[in-house]
């Protein structure tokens, strides 16, 4: 019982599951969460089955409250007997077997330094090293040690609330040389020792941290990498420290969970929210805690920059679908509902083509149908309905709560154009697409994705998109209006600089401008080019015989180069990478990441490969001649 405790108080306040009363139904939840080995949890079972029957048996036999078995050998034989073991030797070995596999199991739990025994008797952990010096400082690549020095000043005060105990200040002398190592390796030592610092001042008292890490040397390795690597995952920790313990969980480095499995975890975490205020920071700390797992699977090597935007891209779908009802039903608490009407919310960009990064915005459009005033005690107007609860979603998205912001949403490519309604109603929006909006706004329209959308709207919002992309087109003139619109753009944003993946030439923006463009032109006659990543598009283009073999290979392999190290940039910088002054460890990290022998090398082939895909396009889509 004290086992299963345990990890109730260690977990149950992330894991719903472990609220679950009865010590048979928590090992069953234990095994499922990976924190309990199968074999474990069936030696557990049987002991506590066992076990509750002798002592039930006790109790029948002496018509009493009692625990202890009998000193005297009638005593134990007549147990043994009511046991259905006469033979009295085989009751106490079957005992002592189940005694003997619950102490090893309780043994294991408190060496895993989950659970510290009392202060009593404690004796200090040798630190192993002098106080560092400066010197000492810069040998492990600290370029400001005069500031690490007050840091370390404080941890040797014991002042945080996590090093009251003697048990944890004899942790953390032991830890500190271990910590300073493993952040010298870091392409930050001095930012990753003040956010460590940071995350261990917010740490509340009786967390035990500096025990996990001891247990688990690679954990802090990891933390390590973390706090000198990704800033932004160590914003999250500090928020939420519990979500090192997750880290130890057997599914938190393993693939990444799919679409259903992620709505059924948010719906469980918004369960206890009473009002929409808590759906707002539930909703934040799940999806925080979801992108630290993406995080750190992207640090480790574990997925690549296209997993990492799929994975990014099912946690936004899946957020975006649960808000959209509970701020509907808040909103119409006042307002009422349209009859006969619903709001579809449609993805361009990024999250259509599922190929978010860590930084990306959310680019939206919100489609209506629906014509009659709603019926709520403040009737509005359709129109001034859905466009007030699509602004009433916005804001539930990009409002600042103590947990931090869902996403940034830019509305630009909104139906009607950058002045229309927030919210277009069904016509409006396929009456514009028809015959006012220009190619290039068409292009756009090649990545949407319907997010959520009632059944029969989604279907018409699909037959618009379709007729509308797959139109006849003059190939010439679109070739011209799009050379144009990226000569333009070429003009404004332009860039020499390889790293700035998205505008310079032979960058992103060329390699989807190019497969868009294609896909316009070549729509009518091979509609299932429409939807799907640019790199699916690209292998779709080759398979129709539209694009070459080797153009096809090349610009697949540019792109997918390009998201890898984007991915790793926006994790860990969010600011165009400048090669000249990188940090030697995101180097290593970036070489390593799109499989190159050296940070050189890399930044060579991808030179040459932006280089051979800006040919491409310009062969295709040429800046003066406009024939296709």
């Known amino acids: 019982e004290f086992l299963v405790q345990t990890h109730q108080l260690i977990a149950g306040g992330r894991e719903r599951q472990l609220q679950t009363p009865g010590t048979l139904a928590l090992l069953d939840v234990l095994e499922r969460l990976g924190r309990l080995p199968g074999e474990a949890r069936a030696g557990l079972a049987e002991a506590y089955i066992f076990l509750r029957t002798v002592e039930h048996r006790l109790q029948m036999l002496n018509d009493e409250q009692t625990h202890s078995l009998p000193e005297d ?133 009786g967390i035990q941290v500096l025990s996990l890490f001891n247990a688990n040397p690679w954990l802090l390795e990891t933390l390590a990498e973390i706090m000198g690597t990704a800033p932004t995952l160590a ?199 028809r015959d006012q909006a220009a190619s290039w706004e068409h292009l756009a329209w090649t990545r949407a994705r319907i997010i959520t959308a009632p059944d029969p709207l989604a279907g018409k919002i699909a037959k618009a998109l379709k007729e509308f992309i797959t139109r006849p087109r003059d190939g010439a003139q679109l070739a011209a209006e799009i050379a144009q619109m990226r000569e333009r753009v070429d003009k404004e944003f332009g860039s020499d600089n390889a790293w700035n993946f998205k505008y310079v030439r032979g960058g992103m923006m060329d390699i989807e401008f190019l497969a868009q463009f294609l896909i316009l032109r070549e729509a009518q006659r091979h509609p299932a080019l429409i939807g799907g990543n640019t790199v699916a598009t690209l292998q779709q283009l080759q398979a129709a015989d539209i694009l070459a073999p080797q153009d096809a290979e090349t610009l697949i392999a540019a792109i997918t180069l390009q998201r890898d190290a984007q991915q790793i940039v926006r994790l860990c910088l969010n600011v165009t990478l400048d090669a000249t002054r990188a940090p030697a460890a995101l180097r290593r990290l970036l070489a390593k990441q799109t499989g190159q022998a050296d940070f050189s090398a890399l930044c060579a082939h991808l030179a040459a490969i932006q280089a051979d895909a800006a040919a491409i396009y310009r062969r295709i889509l040429p800046a003066n001649d406009a024939s296709a």
């Open 73 to 205: 050998a009638d005593g134990l034989a007549r147990i043994a007997a009511f046991m259905g073991m006469p033979e009295g030797d085989r009751f106490e070995a079957t005992l002592r077997r189940h005694l003997d596999f619950v102490a090893r199991q309780f043994r294991s739990l408190m060496a895993t330094g989950l659970v510290q025994p009392s202060d009593e008797g404690d004796t200090r952990i040798p630190l192993g090293t002098e106080v560092p010096t400066a010197e000492t400082l810069r040998d492990f690549h600290f370029a400001e040690p005069e500031q690490a020095l007050e840091i370390l000043a404080r941890w040797r005060a014991y002042r945080y609330r996590a090093f009251q105990t003697r048990r944890a200040q004899a942790l953390l002398d032991h830890l500190t040389p271990q910590i300073l190592k493993a952040l010298g390796a870091t392409a930050d030592p001095d930012g990753a020792l003040r956010r460590v610092d940071n995350f261990l001042a917010l740490l509340p008292a």
């Open 235 to 433: 914003e999250t920790l500090a928020r939420n420290p519990l979500l090192l313990d997750a880290m130890l969980s057997r599914d938190f480095m393993q693939e990444f969970p799919q679409k259903p499995a992620l709505a059924a975890d948010l719906a469980r975490a918004l369960e206890p929210a009473a009002d929409l205020e808590e759906v707002l920071n539930l909703s934040r700390r799940w999806a925080n805690d979801r992108k630290f797992q993406v995080g750190v699977q992207l640090l480790c090597g574990l997925i690549d920059g296209e997993d990492t935007g799929a994975a990014l891209s099912d946690i936004a779908d899946t957020l975006l679908t649960a808000m959209l009802p509970r701020v509907s039903t808040d909103f119409a608490q006042k307002h009422g509902t349209v009859p006969d009407g619903g709001m579809a919310v449609v993805a361009m960009g990024k999250l259509g083509g599922c190929e978010l990064t860590f930084t990306s915005d959310l680019d939206l459009v919100f489609i209506y149908t629906g014509s009659e005033p709603s019926d709520g005690p403040k009737s509005l107007t359709a129109g001034h309905y859905f466009a007030r609860l699509a602004q009433r979603y916005i804001n539930a998205l990009t409002a600042l709560t103590e947990e931090g912001q869902l996403y940034e949403i830019d509305m630009r490519l909104r139906p009607s154009g950058q002045q229309g309604p927030i919210a277009v109603s069904l016509q409006g929006f396929t009456e514009y697409q």
